[in-house]
């Protein structure tokens, strides 16, 4: 996919676009809305980074930067973007294979690896690759999401118990180490945790609009403060530096580390993308805003970037926050910016308080998050429905509880490509006849269908995945209907084609033409019309093989089926042009149109024979017009004499056996038939009019025909 510059550097006007835009009106539920979020962001950030074994500090500081940069160059207006649980898991499995955490490598790698994400998310959203999300299957972000919840739980019983083991991202290592460290349980710390965990339930059940994560945290710390715990052996975060996010020093020429990061850079941009333009679409569709992808996907990426620049780490948008900012009734991205401020003046002023926050109560705020986590009654939904989405959802969920969550992650958007390439490598070919009032096609399979002609309606695109498929069904239908000469396929519902799909055109128009047939399209798409003029398809088809929708069926009828077929040998009323023709079957005695020898049957052209009948100094040849009476009283060529096929066939021929006779019919394909029966019975001068009725009218003989 091509890198078009000049378009893409407007996402990079985005702020100018938001200011201009913005109204007074708005700063007040934006205020609100900011200050709002700002309560659920600041133990969110502290508590998030924990996960990630990071400083506290370092989920501030990403809180502050990603906040304000994520909402100033992002398309949703109600978008929170900081830290939260699935990204800072992920920092943590792609940071535990190369240092040691609370190491200044660790620390470095960090940022680091907020700064590869972001480039990665920002190429993409230049490149217009945002439709690419699209693509990945919703049960990919509840299976990873439900497994990510397990894991962060499970690996806060370290600090839940305040037991010491080495750590480990993945969920059987974990509690390998952990049970056998269960008896040097701490007890203070593990009251101390379940004491908040307690706290926050019974808050969210008796004052469900409390901000109860901050309420146990602070509850907490000045339990912490009051009895002195800290001396009696619960882990305190500590004072912490200045709120305002300095300069990181980051490893930026570091190859063998840049190596090490980059599966997972790449992981922890994908799912963040996904879960940001997920979230952003469910805002939207209540608030009905238009999301641009493209524009998300640079506005995540610059938050990352510049978070990692300033002593933060890698950032994705949150739902949970996302929900406050709307249900505060957020009016702009100035809510989210306004959100980062107040934390910047909180964790400021806050900063003494701060120092005697708990571990414990951090990880049980994080088990009552990871606990929400686990969607049950979606996964029940996902579960109950296409078993597609069930499959992919559990492969998600397993890959994340026992893979390396890079690998988790990288497993559920190929198995969304990869049930998408399925589905999309067997559209639905389907062989359609008309309804019972002829306006519409449709399957019917219990239906005899046309003996000349099969229709064949294709509802997906011909790329190289799918024509294969399509070519099966196409042959299938033949050997079905092996007399079909003529094959009509609809492609209304054909647009993309590739290569692929005008080869296996050429071969299906091949097969037809082989048989003595040939192949009609109807409704090609302009696209696709186009592909097969610059690949030469249509030259090589034909124009004339382009065909309508409504008159398709018409012009093949008239211009192309053998009428001797439709009369004599069709028993089948198929199409409406059908109903009343007269129906007499002479399957035994009629030849196939293929059956007379090509070139065995001369032809006169209209012209030629006008001047033949008017030239008074010769013998006027003997027209005989093979149509039915119907027909012919309908006009004629004057002195014609009426034998229509049914009657030449079955009945010896009065004709004279030494005077040239011309065979004449609507289009001369009958005429063909009873010219070659003539040639049986000992007529050697026998021609046709080429083009029939149909031509001597369009040459401009209309005085010769009699109405």
């Not at 994908?270 to 679409?281: D, F, K, M, N, T």
């Not at 990871?370 to 996964?379: L, T």
């Not at 024509?467 to 079909?484: F, W």
């Not at 006169?604 to 008017?614: E, F, G, K, M």
Request: glycine residues 8%; neutral net charge; contains cysteine.
């Amino acid at each position: 996919m091509q890198l078009n510059l000049k378009p893409s550097l407007v996402y990079f006007l985005r702020p100018l676009q938001i200011v201009k835009e913005y109204k007074l009106e708005y700063l007040r539920p934006d205020l609100v809305a900011g200050i709002t979020v700002a309560v659920v962001l600041l133990p969110q950030a502290i508590a998030y980074a924990i996960i990630a074994e990071l400083p506290p500090q370092m989920g501030i500081y990403t809180a502050i930067v990603a906040g304000i940069t994520g909402a100033l160059w992002g398309s949703s207006r109600q978008l929170s973007t900081g830290p939260t649980n699935p990204a800072s898991l992920l920092v943590l499995s792609a940071l535990m294979g190369v240092a040691m955490p609370g190491s200044p490598r660790y620390l470095a790698a960090a940022g680091l690896l907020a700064v590869m994400v972001g480039l990665f998310r920002l190429v993409m959203g230049m490149a217009r690759m945002g439709v690419l999300v699209n693509f990945v299957s919703d049960a990919v972000i509840v299976g990873f999401t439900a497994g990510a919840g397990v894991l962060i739980g499970v690996n806060q019983f370290k600090h839940l118990f305040r037991v010491e083991f080495p750590n480990s991202p993945g969920m059987p290592e974990t509690l390998y180490h952990f049970f056998p460290h269960l008896p040097e349980t701490h007890l203070y710390s593990l009251l101390l945790g379940l004491g908040t965990i307690v706290l926050i339930a019974l808050l969210k059940y008796f004052a469900p609009k409390w901000p109860s994560p901050l309420i146990a945290i602070l509850t907490a710390s000045a339990v912490v403060w009051a009895l002195e715990l800290d001396k009696q052996g619960v882990i305190i975060i500590g004072q912490m530096p200045s709120a305002i996010p300095p300069l990181a020093e980051l490893p930026l020429f570091d190859l063998e580390l840049l190596g090490q990061l980059s599966t997972g850079a790449l992981a922890i941009a994908a799912i963040g993308l996904v879960e940001a333009s997920s979230i952003g679409r469910s805002i939207a569709a209540q608030t009905g805003q238009r999301l641009d992808s493209n524009q998300e996907f640079v506005g995540q990426g610059l938050a990352c970037l510049f978070s990692g620049i300033f002593s933060g780490y890698a950032t994705s948008g949150s739902f949970g926050r996302s929900a406050v900012n709307y249900g505060a009734k957020a009016k702009t991205a100035f809510s989210s910016v306004f959100a980062s401020l107040f934390v910047f003046t909180a964790i400021t002023l806050l900063s003494p308080a701060a120092a005697y926050i708990p571990r414990t109560a951090l990880s049980g705020v994080l088990l009552v998050m990871a606990y929400g986590m686990i969607d049950r009654r979606e996964m029940a939904r996902i579960w109950r429905g296409t078993r597609g989405d069930a499959t992919i959802m559990a492969a998600t969920l397993s890959a994340t509880l026992l893979l390396p969550l890079e690998f988790a992650v990288l497993i559920g958007i190929l198995a969304s490509f990869a049930r998408y390439a399925l589905e999309t490598s067997v559209p639905k070919v389907q062989v359609v006849l008309p309804d019972d009032s002829f306006y519409h096609l449709i399957p019917r399979p219990g239906k005899p269908s046309c003996p000349q002609l099969g229709i064949i309606d294709i509802l997906g695109d011909l790329y190289f995945g799918a024509v294969s498929h399509v070519e099966d069904v196409i042959r299938e239908n033949l050997k079905k209907n092996p007399e079909q000469r003529f094959l009509l396929l609809r492609l209304r519902s054909v647009n993309h084609c590739d290569i692929n799909g005008i080869h296996m055109l050429e071969s299906v128009m091949r097969l037809y033409r082989q048989r003595g047939g040939d192949l009609y399209l109807m409704r090609a798409q302009g696209p696709i019309r186009a592909l097969m003029r610059t690949t030469g398809f249509r030259t090589v088809l034909g124009i004339d093989h382009f065909l309508s929708d409504d008159g398709a069926v018409t012009y093949l009828f008239e211009k192309i089926l053998d009428p001797a077929v439709c009369i004599y040998e069709c028993e089948t009323r198929a199409f409406y042009e059908c109903q009343n023709l007269p129906k007499q079957t002479f399957a035994d005695t009629v030849p196939l149109r293929g059956a007379v020898p090509p070139g065995s049957i001369a032809v006169v052209s209209a012209s030629l024979l006008h001047r033949q009948l008017s030239d008074q100094t010769i013998e006027s040849p003997l027209i005989v017009d093979v149509r039915e009476v119907r027909e012919f009283k309908r006009g004629h060529i004057p002195g014609a004499r009426l034998l229509p096929l049914s009657k030449l066939l079955l009945e010896p021929l009065d004709l004279p056996l030494d005077r040239q006779i011309v065979c004449v019919c609507s289009t001369s394909r009958r005429s063909m038939r009873a010219a070659y029966v003539m040639q049986q019975r000992g007529h050697k001068n026998v021609t046709v009019l080429q083009g029939g009725i149909l031509a001597w009218e369009a040459a401009g003989f209309l005085e010769a025909v009699e109405l």
